[in-house]
């Protein structure tokens, strides 16, 4: 497996903070297309993507992927530099090791791999990639996708490598996800003395009810396919800084990972009505990051249990579990949609790893599934 270990060093020596590629690209497409694969490259702003297709023939299976990464964070508790591919005790550590380069890493070589025995395999193979995903995601996949719809090109199934393992690779594969909606909410109050509250309106003290009875309210109660919706408030900001001032706003930001009982509207109608309970004057902007999705039981799911069980001797479990991933923007179109990637246990976090033996394990995976769909 030296040539998927060669090709994750030299992604994670490649410094793609996101929106950032820093080349990571270019050293995939200068691989496929030795392999008859189109490029096509499909920027948006400061945000690299690139789609990659052999064949034209349906169906249409699509290995997808951000070659963007986080923040190292500080510098000085890294036990190597994160942009300096290192192994120790058998694990290779690095920046966007498990999230995604690792992923990326072992669905090329497994391409090859597959192409090389059955170069004359059914249907078409595709790569999708994006440097926006650990950002905003605007100008990543969600506009490769309206371009594919818009000429009718259809994806039937989409493997996305996120790291969605848990103790060994190929043991969880994410079926669906939980929708994600975020609110910025300001609450108008008028500033004074706080020697005279009387002359002010504490927008803090205002707000306090309603923040306790939304973080309280049961939104629903899941299904057997996903936990509960849950709100969680992520920042509250107000006041000058002086302890004599009494603010004149206060600004709160929450989310709501909301499974597939809810919907975006529900959830504003059911927000605005806890807040004008309380009467105090207010704005609040909505920013849906993502709907929910689920993928049934069908082809995708059963090569990929079956691949995991070949490679493996073990049965996977399926599970919509985790935040969100590009998935949700390619589910719309009627696709199939997985998310099977390396263990998840040191994502974002400083000195983040991959084990080097999960390279053969998951590239071994990966190629299995595309023989099981499409030979």
């Not at 023939?57 to 994160?82: I, M, Q, R």
């Not at 966007?96 to 669905?107: L, T, V």
């Not at 073990?314 to 009627?334: H, N």
Request: net charge negative; aromatic share 8%; charged share 25%.
């Amino acid at each position: 497996m030296s040539e998927t270990l060669e090709l994750l060093k030299d992604l994670i020596s490649r410094e793609s903070v996101t929106p950032e590629d820093a080349g990571c690209q270019d050293v995939i497409a200068e691989r496929l297309t030795r392999l008859d694969f189109k490029e096509e490259r499909l920027n948006f702003n400061d945000t690299q993507n690139i789609w990659l297709r052999r064949g034209i023939a349906k169906p249409l299976f699509t290995f997808l992927g951000h070659t963007d990464v986080v923040p190292p964070g500080p510098l000085n508790l890294w036990l190597s530099p994160p942009f300096v591919p290192t192994i120790r005790d058998g694990k290779l550590y690095g920046r966007g090791a498990a999230d995604m380069k690792g992923g990326i890493a072992c669905f090329i070589t497994a391409v090859e791999r597959f192409i090389a025995k059955h170069p004359d395999h059914q249907g078409s193979i595709a790569v999708m990639l994006t440097s926006d995903e650990e950002g905003i995601a605007t100008n990543g996949v969600v506009k490769v996708v309206e371009i594919l719809e818009q000429r009718h090109e259809k994806i039937d199934w989409c493997l996305v490598g996120e790291p969605s393992s848990d103790k060994k690779t190929g043991d969880v594969i994410r079926v669906g996800r939980r929708g994600s909606l975020c609110a910025k909410l300001t609450v108008i109050g008028i500033q004074g003395h706080v020697a005279y509250p009387e002359l002010a309106d504490n927008p803090i003290h205002t707000f306090a009810p309603a923040l306790k009875e939304l973080t309280e309210e049961v939104w629903d109660y899941g299904n057997v396919f996903f936990p509960p919706t849950s709100l969680q408030v992520s920042n509250i900001n107000a006041g000058t800084g002086a302890e004599n001032i009494i603010p004149g706003s206060a600004e709160v930001q929450f989310n709501l990972r909301f499974c597939t009982e809810l919907n975006e509207e529900t959830i504003k109608q059911r927000t605005c009505a806890i807040l004008d309970k309380y009467g105090f004057k207010y704005d609040i902007i909505w920013r849906l990051s993502g709907n929910p999705f689920l993928t049934e039981k069908g082809k995708l799911i059963d090569a990929t249990h079956a691949a995991i069980k070949t490679v493996t001797g073990f049965d996977t479990l399926d599970d919509t579990g985790g935040g969100t991933s590009d998935g949700r923007f390619i589910a719309p179109t009627g696709a199939q949609v997985i998310e099977l990637g390396p263990l998840n246990e040191s994502i974002h976090k400083i000195n983040e790893n991959m084990a080097v033996e999960d390279l053969a394990i998951l590239t071994n995976i990966y190629e299995q599934i595309l023989v099981n769909l499409l030979v």
